[in-house]
């Protein structure tokens, strides 16, 4: 807890914790976890997309790799605990089977990964990109917005944008990928239960859409005169809403950007650009919905004579976690006294990249009412002991199942 303590210190803002990739808190949040990784003594660095990495090797050759990891970059003005909570959890996980000595039968590398959130080059999960080796170059060309390239970025930082595919873990090495998190949600809070295991990580469309109309003089033009840009993104924006709770629960739709171009109060709109974010535990649904609001804004531009724009930002089916390794999360949950309780996550996680080259299963942890992407985020230590008793209940029947083998 002291550690989420002073890795909550460490932001780029005066007021509140907000933690981007490549700013320089980034980075000394980077090297203080990196101590605390050699500390505990695990072989520590620092790779070319900025992920922390701490290993913990068997003496057995070629063995595989188990990751435990999650990602110590956040939102703008965060909690503490989402990202980092796993990785210190992870932290305290290695230290003890360091201190033991515990011979391992593969090998364990914990990592903080070093932009989940995407805050500054929207788009998500570069680390574990990297070392699930799916990073696409082009990604190197995204701007933030001041117009500076990732690529630049990386270098600043003294990384190497030629050397990140040697950052990847190979597809054959992989033993599997374990994460714990906050939940992000109500159901543990309402359920009073400390854990949950994630059965399934919900999909997501992202997408950047402008609007065009004319700026005018908020005094002189009449009122059915005006192709006011605010007035058809407002309309875009309570057809995402309305659209969405058609669907109920299976379905979440959120416009959490909106920039009004050479914004003044005297002004008629003439550009908006805003962003929207689709999530669904199911693909079909998920597709559907996106499809009827491409065709809904086209409607609603056309009636009031507005151009639009519709760029897709990122794309990410649904992910299922490993049935075994769930099922074994699931004994050591029951082994530490717990209703083992299976939770769909609406949140994206670094698990989501590296299901496409490992087995991944993921451990939720209570966290108050569910609040999170909030300062009020908060765990109780009694529920972060209960995590670990699961985790190192989970972690050592991997170690026996594989010493039996
Ligand atoms: O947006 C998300 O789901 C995560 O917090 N990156
Ligand atoms: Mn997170
Ligand atoms: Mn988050």
């Known amino acids: 807890m002291s550690r989420i303590e002073e890795l909550a210190s460490v932001s780029e803002t005066e007021q509140g914790l907000t933690r981007t990739f ?138 190497s944008t030629g050397l990140l595919h040697t950052d990847a873990i190979d597809a054959a090495a992989w033993l599997g990928y374990f994460e714990m998190h906050i939940e992000q949600g109500p159901v543990l809070y309402d359920r009073d239960i400390p854990v949950g295991i994630v059965k399934a990580i919900a999909g997501q469309k992202k997408a950047a859409i402008t609007f065009e109309g004319i700026a005018g003089h908020a005094g002189t033009v009449p009122m059915d005169m005006r192709n006011d840009a605010l007035c058809c993104a407002a309309e875009f924006i309570l057809a995402v809403e309305s659209i969405a709770l058609q669907y109920k629960s299976q379905i979440v739709a959120t416009v959490g ?58 794309e990410t089916s649904p992910v299922t976690c490993d049935l075994s390794l769930s099922a074994l999360l699931s004994g050591a949950v029951k082994e530490a006294g717990y209703e083992p309780l299976e939770l769909v996550s609406g949140a994206g996680h670094d698990a989501v990249a590296i299901a496409a080259v490992a087995p991944v299963c993921m451990l939720f942890v209570r966290c108050y009412k569910g609040i999170s992407h909030n300062p009020l985020e908060n765990v109780e230590l009694k529920d972060i002991a209960a995590a670990l008793q699961v985790a190192d209940n989970f972690l050592q029947q991997m170690i026996y199942q594989h010493n039996q083998s």
């Open 22 to 159: 490549g700013s320089g808190a980034w980075r000394e949040a980077a090297l203080i976890i990196q101590s605390w990784m050699q500390d505990a003594g695990l072989h520590a660095w620092i790779d070319n997309i900025g992920n922390v990495r701490g290993l913990l090797s068997s003496p057995s050759p070629g063995a595989r790799t188990l990751v435990i990891a999650s990602h110590m970059d956040t939102v703008i003005n965060a909690g503490k605990f989402d990202g980092p909570l796993g990785v210190m959890m992870g932290l305290d996980l290695l230290e003890q089977l360091a201190h033991n000595h515990t011979p391992l039968p593969f090998n364990i590398q914990l990592v903080a990964f070093s932009d989940e959130e995407g805050c500054r080059f929207h788009t998500t999960y570069l680390g574990s990109k990297v070392l699930a080796g799916s990073f696409e170059p082009v990604l190197l060309e995204k701007k933030d917005a001041d117009g500076i390239p990732l690529r630049n970025v990386i270098h600043a930082n003294g990384s």
């Open 257 to 314: 950007k909106l920039e009004i171009a050479n914004a003044a109060s005297n002004v008629i709109p003439g550009a908006i650009t805003c962003t929207l974010d689709l999530r669904s535990a199911d693909g079909g649904i998920l597709s559907e919905v996106y499809d009827t609001l491409q065709r809904t804004t086209a409607a609603i531009c056309g009636r009031r004579n507005i151009n639009f724009d519709w760029t897709v930002v990122q």
